[in-house]
């Protein structure tokens, strides 16, 4: 009977810490693993972007007309609508 608050804790923490932070990780996989050429794109430093380049680790996005950066799958936060980059311009 001693072990039944702990385990009751534990369950609490799995259901509201763990698993909805395991879906989170989840959703921006998928996300990061979707991106693909002409997609607008936020990186993580707040630069907006067109995907002119998908590759399997790195993405090349045109920040600007002519200038173009090479950064990680990872260091995406969001993927935009379209004519959300247009738009900000």
Known sequence: MSFLPILIIFGLFYF???R????QLKERK???????????????GGVLGR???AGDQHLTVEI????EVV????????????GA???AR
């Open 16 to 18: 509201l810490l763990i």
């Open 20 to 23: 909805p932070q395991q879906k």
């Open 30 to 44: 998928a996300m990061l693993d979707a991106i693909a050429k002409g997609d607008e794109v936020v990186t993580n």
């Open 51 to 53: 995907v002119v380049k």
């Open 64 to 67: 600007a007309d002519g200038v």
């Open 71 to 82: 950064v990680q799958r990872g260091a995406i936060a969001q993927k935009l609508e379209k």
């Open 85 to 87: 980059v247009k738009a």
